[in-house]
């Protein structure tokens, strides 16, 4: 069982649209969570933390349900710019991060 | 600032050629990480650094791969011989002390094997 898995998508939305979706992690004593934000042919980027009571930020919602073992990422308002591919990453130990396959975004015009 | 900084951007050789991929982390930051993206198993952490010593190299595929790091600003991945199936993205990312939650990825090198 893959320690981070994702629906990879690709979620369709026009501009404007909410979109969400969750990645499920495999190791219960996981202590630290991220989204990380990869456009096409481009590095990872992190996009936020997630913790434990929920945050948003501007349009991004995330959130973390331990007793699941899941993590959300809503994006409200979606922009053109929104499209992308969106990593769950979660960190089981020290400093070694498991990054999920990824969601892929698309937002229309 | 410059942020991490790899080179080079796309190498294109053929197999059992050896192939130097080389990183230079930001400045002051202490932890230094190599992945490998590919579509079947996405990013995979290869091996990491902290203050220039290798602590976990548990991802690295086989003994054809090694990495060093002889200071705090020059890292480098080898693999020797290459084959088709090392064909990926690599990428370096580097974090600062303290704050390992965030890691600051370089551009990458896309590799292809003939």
């Known amino acids: 069982r893959k320690e981070v898995e994702q629906d990879p998508g690709p979620f369709n939305v026009p501009e404007g649209a909410t979109v969400a979706f969750n990645c499920t992690y495999s190791n219960s004593a996981s202590q630290s969570f991220f989204w990380y934000r990869q456009d096409c042919r481009k590095e990872p980027k992190l996009l936020m933390s997630?913790?434990?009571s929920g945050n948003e930020d501007g349009r991004f919602t995330a959130q973390l349900n331990r007793a699941s073992q899941y993590i959300s990422l809503l994006i409200r308002d979606s922009k053109l710019s929104d499209s992308a591919t969106y990593l769950c990453v979660v960190n089981p130990n020290d400093y070694k991060l498991s990054f999920g396959a990824g969601t892929t975004v698309t937002v229309r015009a | 600032d410059a942020g991490v900084i790899q080179s080079p951007r796309h190498e294109v050789t053929e197999m059992g050629q050896e192939v130097t991929l080389r990183c230079k982390p930001i400045?002051?930051?202490?932890?230094l990480f190599w992945y490998r993206q590919t579509m079947m198993r996405g990013l995979e952490l290869l091996i990491y650094?902290?203050?220039?010593?290798?602590?976990?190299d548990s991802g690295m595929p086989e003994d054809r791969f090694s990495a060093k790091m002889p200071n705090a600003s020059f890292s480098t991945l080898k693999i020797q011989p290459s084959e088709p199936r090392d064909s990926a993205v690599y990428f370096c990312?580097?974090?600062?002390?303290?704050?390992?939650?965030?890691?600051?990825f370089g551009p990458g090198t896309r590799l292809t094997v003939l």
């Open positions: 650094f902290n203050n220039n010593v290798p602590i976990d």
């Open positions: 400045s002051g930051h202490d932890y």
């Open positions: 990312a580097s974090s600062p002390p303290y704050t390992y939650n965030e890691q600051f």
């Open positions: 997630v913790y434990s």
